[in-house]
């Protein structure tokens, strides 16, 4: 299903991440009576230093992540070399 967010549209069916810039700069409407500017700001910053924190932990569990499996795909192939073929026995 096609959604739209930003104006962007995307076809997986899950949404873009919110990135900290956008927390930062997302503007909101004014109201007769809305909500104090300097709370939005403060909640925004608030937001973004979190989503940032998470972006930095992603990136580094995935790196971490792509090394463990190059770790185990040298071990199993330094492993099947070092294996006999099953009919090779003595038997």
């Not at 990135?19 to 973004?48: I, K, L, N, S, Y």
């Not at 230093?49 to 992603?58: G, N, P, Y």
Request: charged share 30%; glycine share 4%.
């Amino acid at each position: 299903m096609t959604q739209y967010r930003s104006g962007r549209v995307y076809l997986t069916g899950l949404p873009s991440r919110l990135t900290p810039h956008e927390v930062r700069t997302h503007a909101f409407d004014t109201h007769r009576r809305g909500v104090d500017p300097d709370q939005v700001r403060e909640f925004q910053t608030m937001v973004a230093d979190e989503l940032t924190d998470l972006h930095r932990q992603v990136r580094l569990l995935a790196q971490e992540n792509d090394r463990l499996k190059r770790a185990l795909r040298d071990w199993q192939t330094m492993h099947a070399r070092e294996c006999r073929p099953p009919n090779d026995g003595p038997w």
